[in-house]
T-cell receptor, first 117, second 117 residues
Framework: NAGVTQTPKFRVLKTGQSMTLLCAQD?????MYWYRQDPGMGLRLIHY???????AKGEVPDGYNVSRLKKQNFLLGLESAAPSQTSVYFC????????????????FGPGTRLTVL | AQKITQTQPGMFVQEKEAVTLDCTYD???????LFWYKQPSSGEMIFLIY??????QNATEGRYSLNFQKARKSANLVISASQLGDSAMYFC??????????????FGSGTRLQVQP
């Protein structure tokens, strides 16, 4: 199993450009998340999804949109990139069961380092 | 709202010694989960250990143990017999109550651990 994968790994954008980050998981997880990590800080939740076709806002959703057309994929879009969106972006997924060790772990992708000039 | 506090921005430890990384949390929900993640310089998030609020025993995973003191709302990570490869950033995180439906994680700001030979 590949686990959680993210593409691309690195990207440099100019202010105003758009891009889409792709997250894919092969663990049949229901829940998927997008977080951002800024220097010296922990991860903060941007958007999340509790199942195919559903998405919702997290703590810092402004400037981002998401889609989950397929259960295994969760896309994060930046419509008009701003320097404040320079960050490392992590996708994560988790099991939706109610018991057992696997219920408790949130699996993370390797991250995408985005720089907006 | 939940909050995680890690008051040690940086820690040093000698190789083969034990080290404790502090974490305090704030929540009004009686059911919650606490996690520790390791982030090496390569950037990925590595799950270390989980503690449920109703678990009677402190969690252990190999050289990692979680010193869970519910009344004090603390969930300190203890690493025994430190190794050079333990040098990394360590994040404490709390999973949101099941009632929110999101199960997203709230992270602390992290502690950078450096193991010295």
């Amino acid at each position: 199993n590949a686990g959680v994968t993210q593409t691309p790994k690195f990207r440099v954008l100019k202010t105003g450009q758009s891009m889409t980050l792709l997250c894919a998981q092969d663990m049949n997880h229901e829940y998927m998340y997008w977080y951002r990590q800024d220097p010296g800080m922990g991860l903060r939740l941007i958007h999340y999804s509790v199942g195919e076709g559903t998405t919702a806002k997290g703590e810092v959703p402004d400037g981002y949109n998401v889609s989950r057309l397929k259960k295994q994929n969760f896309l994060l879009g930046l419509e008009s990139a701003a320097p404040s969106q320079t960050s490392v972006y992590f996708c994560a997924s988790s099991y939706s069961g109610t018991s057992g060790k696997i219920y408790n772990e949130q699996f993370f992708g390797p991250g995408t380092r985005l720089t907006v000039l | 709202a939940q909050k995680i506090t890690q008051t040690q921005p940086g820690m040093f430890v000698q190789e083969k010694e034990a080290v404790t990384l502090d974490c305090t949390y704030d929540t009004s929900d009686p059911s919650y989960g606490l996690f520790w993640y390791k982030q090496p310089s390569s950037g990925e998030m590595i799950f270390l250990i989980y503690q449920g609020s109703y678990d009677q025993q402190n969690a252990t995973e190999g050289r990692y143990s979680l010193n869970f003191q519910k009344a004090r709302k603390s969930a300190n990570l203890v690493i025994s017999a430190s190794q050079l490869g333990d040098s990394a950033m360590y994040f404490c995180a709390m999973r949101e109550p099941s009632g929110t439906g999101r199960r997203a994680l709230t992270f602390g700001s992290g502690t950078r651990l450096q193991v010295q030979p």
